[in-house]
C-alpha cells in the first residue's frame, strides 16, 4: 500500500528500455567507426597525391587497431554480416607492413658498423640526458638532428675523445640543424641540401674495421599542407638520386641513410622512395616501435625516424632510445656486410 508520500516504483520496463538505448547506442558507434575507416582507407590508397590522404596512409597503425576494436564489438553483437567490409580494409591494410617483416640473412655477417639516429628537437635543453643516450647507445657514428647551437657546444666538449671527427651545421632559428659525429675518420664528408638550401644535409664516406661506408644523414619537412607535401617529396627524390649516383661511383661501397623522413614504413610514399633509392629499411622481425609522438597523450606513436641501407647490409640489432626531452626517440642499428656482396678495396 502506498501513501501520498511513498515513491513511486520504476517500472519494470523501464530499466530494460535504458539497457537496449545503451546497447543500440554503443552499436550505432561501432558503425560509425566501420564508415569512418572505410573512408580513411580509401583516402590511404591515394598518399601519393594527395597530402591528407599521405597523413591517412602514415596513420595505419591507429586504422589497425581501430579495426581490432570495431570487430570485436562486431563480434560480441553477432553482426556477422558487418565482418565483411571490415575483413575487407584488414586485407588492404596488412600488405603495406611488409617492410617490417624483415628476412633474416642465413649467412654469417662481417665488418659490422653501428649508427645512431637522434632527433634531440631544437628546443630541448636537456643536454646531459641527450648526451647520456647517446653515450649509451655506443654507435661508431652518430647523425644528431635538430642540433642547436648550445647542444652542439656540450657536444664537442664530451664527444671530443670517443667521437673526434665530425661535421656540424647547428641551428636555433627552425629544426634542421644537423651533425654527424664519428669514431672514425672521415676520408670525406660535405654538407649539401636537397630541394631547399635552408635543411642542410650530410653525405661523409669512411671506413670501419677495414670496410668503406657511404653514409647519409637527413631531415625532410614534414607534409603539413600540399606545401610540405610536396616539399618533402621532391626532397625523397632527390635524395634517391643522390643514393644512385653514390652506388656509381663507388660499386660495391654500402650506403647507409639515415635520418628522419616524416614518413612511415607503410606509406606507399615511403615504398616509391625506397624502391628508387635502391634501399630496404633496416630493422628486426616485426618492429613497428614508435620513435614520434606528437604530444605526451597521443596513444600511439609514428615510425618517422629510419636507417635504411642497400642490399650489401644487413641488420644484426634494432633498438629505439628512451625518452630525454625530445618529441622523438633515438634508433640504434647494428649493420652487418654479407659476405661476398661487396667488392674488395
Known amino acids: 500500500m502506498t501513501g ?13 528500455r535504458c539497457f537496449c538505448a545503451v546497447r543500440d547506442g554503443i552499436w550505432l558507434c ?43 564489438v562486431t563480434s560480441v553483437y553477432r553482426r556477422w554480416r558487418w ?16 617492410s617490417v617483416v624483415q628476412q633474416k640473412s642465413d649467412h654469417a655477417m ?12 631544437t628546443s630541448n635543453a636537456n643536454y646531459v640526458g641527450v648526451e647520456a643516450e647517446l653515450q649509451s647507445a655506443d654507435a661508431d657514428v652518430i647523425a644528431v638532428l635538430e642540433l642547436s647551437s648550445g647542444l652542439r657546444k656540450h657536444l664537442a666538449n664530451v664527444f671530443q675523445h670517443d667521437y673526434p671527427f665530425s661535421l656540424v651545421d647547428s641551428q636555433d632559428n627552425g629544426n634542421f640543424g644537423i651533425g654527424l659525429y664519428s669514431r672514425y675518420e672521415f676520408e670525406s664528408a660535405k654538407l649539401t641540401y636537397f630541394n631547399d638550401e635552408s635543411i642542410q644535409s650530410i653525405v661523409a664516406v ?13 631531415h625532410a619537412l614534414p ?25 656509381k661511383q663507388a660499386p660495391g661501397v654500402p650506403v647507409i641513410v639515415v635520418g628522419d623522413l616524416n614518413l612511415t614504413p ?5 615504398a616509391e622512395f625506397a624502391h628508387a ?10 618492429d613497428c616501435t614508435p620513435t614520434w609522438y606528437q604530444h605526451p597523450m597521443f596513444p600511439f606513436g609514428l615510425v618517422l625516424d629510419h636507417v635504411l641501407t642497400t642490399h650489401e647490409l644487413s641488420c644484426s640489432s634494432y633498438a629505439v632510445g628512451t625518452d630525454v626531452g625530445s618529441d622523438h626517440r633515438f634508433v640504434t642499428v647494428c649493420l652487418g656486410v654479407i659476405p661476398g656482396s661487396v667488392s674488395p678495396d
Do not use: Y
Not at 48 to 67: I, K, M
Not at 88 to 98: D, R
Not at 206 to 218: E, K, P, S, Y
Not at 277 to 286: E, K, V
Open 4 to 16: 501520498p508520500h511513498s515513491p513511486e516504483r520504476e517500472p519494470p520496463q523501464t530499466g530494460k
Open 30 to 72: 561501432n558503425v560509425v567507426a566501420i564508415a569512418a575507416l572505410v573512408v580513411v582507407t580509401i583516402m590511404s590508397l591515394f598518399a601519393e597525391n594527395f597530402w591528407l590522404c599521405d597523413l591517412s596512409a602514415n596513420l595505419r597503425v591507429q586504422w589497425l587497431l581501430g579495426l581490432i576494436a570495431t570487430a570485436f
Open 83 to 98: 565482418l565483411l567490409p571490415q575483413v575487407v580494409l584488414l586485407a588492404v591494410h596488412l600488405p603495406f607492413f611488409e
Open 110 to 121: 662481417t665488418a659490422a658498423i653501428t649508427v645512431t639516429t637522434a632527433n634531440v628537437f
Open 206 to 218: 669512411l671506413t670501419v674495421n677495414g670496410q668503406r661506408f657511404q653514409l647519409m644523414a637527413t
Open 223 to 247: 607534409p603539413i599542407g600540399e606545401r610540405g607535401f610536396s616539399h618533402r617529396n621532391r626532397h625523397l627524390k632527390l635524395l634517391a638520386k643522390e643514393v644512385k649516383s653514390l652506388q
Open 266 to 270: 607503410w606509406s606507399p610514399v615511403f
Open 277 to 286: 633509392a635502391g634501399l630496404h629499411r633496416a630493422s628486426q622481425s616485426f
